[in-house]
């Protein structure tokens, strides 16, 4: 079993829809999470830190829930710019830069 | 203009051969690492350091090697005993204060072994 799973996708919805995407990590130690975008062929960007207690960033959720061991994210809204694959990344310790772990990521294609 | 640049952007290279790629951030972060990244598939580190003269082998350190010699920059030595290294390679770096330590990256290296 992977480290850090994520929904296979793709994920292909229409402009406006409301998608929402799972993450699930196997290490209880994760401390630190986070979702990036990686647009074709570009390197992965941040999108947004995950916090325990969830975060919102204009039309992007994210949660986290220690006890199931996943994270997810939720756009609402979706936009045609919001194409692009996500990445989630779950690291153990707050300071042990080397056990970042990344998903294989999940592709969103948001259609007129 | 703070940020991380590798370079080249593309590179080819004989089987058989050493190549390296540049790192180089301006972010007066003290880690880095290596990532490569194949079509359709998340990201795995090679190596990383968190301070300069020291660095640690990540998942997949075989027939690849690294030094840290400024704070600015870490190199990426793909040698020949990388048995397939044609994919795309990734440098970040990251502040180790604080609790969320999260990754900057720079816009990559695509090598191809012809």
């Known amino acids: 079993r992977k480290e850090v799973e994520q929904d296979p996708g793709p994920f292909n919805v229409p402009e406006g829809a409301t998608v929402a995407f799972n993450c699930t990590y196997s290490?209880?130690?994760?401390?630190?999470f986070f979702w990036y975008r990686q647009d074709c062929r570009k390197e992965p960007k941040l999108l947004m830190s995950?916090?325990?207690s969830g975060n919102e960033d204009g039309r992007f959720t994210a949660q986290l829930n220690r006890a199931s061991q996943y994270i997810s994210l939720l756009i609402r809204d979706s936009k045609l710019s919001d194409s692009a694959t996500y990445l989630c990344?779950?690291?153990?310790?707050?300071?042990?830069?080397?056990?970042?772990?990344f998903g294989d990521g999940t592709t969103l294609t948001v259609k007129p | 203009d703070g940020g991380i640049t590798q370079s080249p952007k593309y590179l080819f290279r004989k089987e058989g051969q050493n190549v390296t790629l540049s790192c180089e951030q301006n972010?007066?972060?003290?880690?880095m690492y290596w990532y490569r990244q194949d079509p359709g598939q998340g990201l795995r580190l090679i190596y990383y350091?968190?301070?300069?003269?020291?660095?640690q082998k990540g998942d997949i350190a075989e027939g690849y090697s690294v030094s840290r010699e400024k704070k600015e920059s870490f190199p990426l030595t793909v040698t020949s005993a990388q048995k397939n290294p044609t994919a795309f390679y990734l440098c970040?770096?990251?502040?180790?204060?604080?609790?969320?330590?999260?990754?900057?990256f720079g816009p990559g290296t695509r090598l191809t072994v012809l």
């Open positions: 970040a770096s990251s502040s180790l204060a604080g609790s969320y330590n999260e990754q900057f």
């Open positions: 290490n209880s130690a994760s401390q630190s």
């Open positions: 995950v916090y325990s």
């Open positions: 990344v779950v690291i153990v310790g707050n300071t042990n830069a080397g056990k970042s772990t």
């Open positions: 972010l007066n972060h003290d880690a």
């Open positions: 350091s968190q301070i300069v003269n020291d660095f």
